[in-house]
């Protein structure tokens, strides 16, 4: 009776799946030590090199570059792109989010993939699209130059060029978020009589309002950052069409290293902000969800 007993557990210790936390500890270790070390190699090496060579000649000439005009006017179109581009992908990305997970329709499952098209290609193709239809030679080209409209090296273009490239993270921080919540609460929300835009404020916007905020904060770090896109579509013109991005690369071709790192002090800066912001909200949507941490 007892070795059937032993011979039983020894059946159901064999037959329990493993879990992958329950690897040795050296396995473990190995696994920690890669990371951290591939993270120290790749990430946290480069961004502090950024910023000693940044503060390299002295505090002092590190805020002078900041007072350089054409510097000023980088920083403010910059500034004002991602105004603009932001708030239009929060719509989008609303309207899309809640078409595709209330909704059933021919080309739903097609609007999903288009949604993804700035992801797959490279932003420098997303440039020269606006141009074969914007530019002097485009589509729309001769139309634009005779009303004296013009979208292609001008604000506009890079406007435009930045939606193409940011509007996929807002609609696909919330997409599988909705699908996941389900539509009970709305349903039951319309049911007790509400309308349609009360069921929008007082029931799905507080149920995502973390995944919302989660997809701005990216959409707008990749607004500020982005250039392959804007460099095909800006010409370059000094104080009118330069972001930081651009005005950074023209700095450092003219070996001015101090105004160029301490640019790109100001970007890395804002990623570490970001950064800082997504964990947050992500702590807060795992709070909410009630995965506590």
Not at 86 to 98: E, I, K, Q, R
Not at 115 to 144: A, E, H, N, R
Not at 256 to 277: H, I, N, Q
């Amino acid at each position: 009776m007892a070795g059937a007993i032993q011979d039983l557990t020894i059946i159901r210790r064999v037959a329990r799946p493993r879990r992958a936390t329950e690897e040795s500890a050296l396995v473990r270790w190995i696994a920690i030590a890669i990371s951290i070390l591939f993270f120290a190699a790749f990430l946290l090496l480069p961004l502090l090199a950024i910023f000693a060579e940044a503060f390299r000649r002295g505090a002092a000439l590190y805020f002078q570059s900041f007072t350089d005009p054409v510097t000023l006017d980088a920083i403010k179109l910059t500034l004002l792109t991602s105004a603009i581009a932001v708030p239009c992908n929060t719509v989008f990305g609303l309207a899309a989010a809640w078409a595709i997970t209330r909704f059933r329709f021919r080309g739903r499952e097609f609007l999903s993939t288009l949604i993804d098209l700035p992801l797959w290609v490279s932003p420098v193709i997303g440039g020269l699209i606006y141009v074969l239809l914007f530019g002097s030679q485009g589509l729309l080209g001769p139309w634009l130059l005779a009303h004296h409209l013009r979208i292609i090296y001008s604000t506009p273009g890079i406007v435009l060029a930045t939606v193409f490239v940011t509007f996929p993270f807002v609609a696909r921080g919330l997409i599988p978020l909705m699908q996941a919540q389900g539509v009970a609460e709305e349903e039951a929300a319309l049911t007790l009589g509400a309308k349609g835009w009360q069921v929008f404020w007082r029931v799905t916007l507080p149920k995502i309002k973390w995944g919302l905020l989660y997809g701005i904060i990216l959409c707008n770090a990749r607004a500020v950052g982005e250039f392959g896109a804007v460099s095909v579509v800006s010409g370059h013109i000094r104080g009118l069409t330069n972001t930081v991005p651009l005005q950074i690369e023209i700095l450092y071709n003219e070996y001015a290293f101090a105004a160029a790192f301490a640019l790109a002090s100001l970007l890395s800066l804002l990623a570490l902000v970001t950064l800082g912001l997504k964990s947050y909200v992500e702590w807060r949507a795992r709070l909410q969800l009630g995965h506590y941490p």
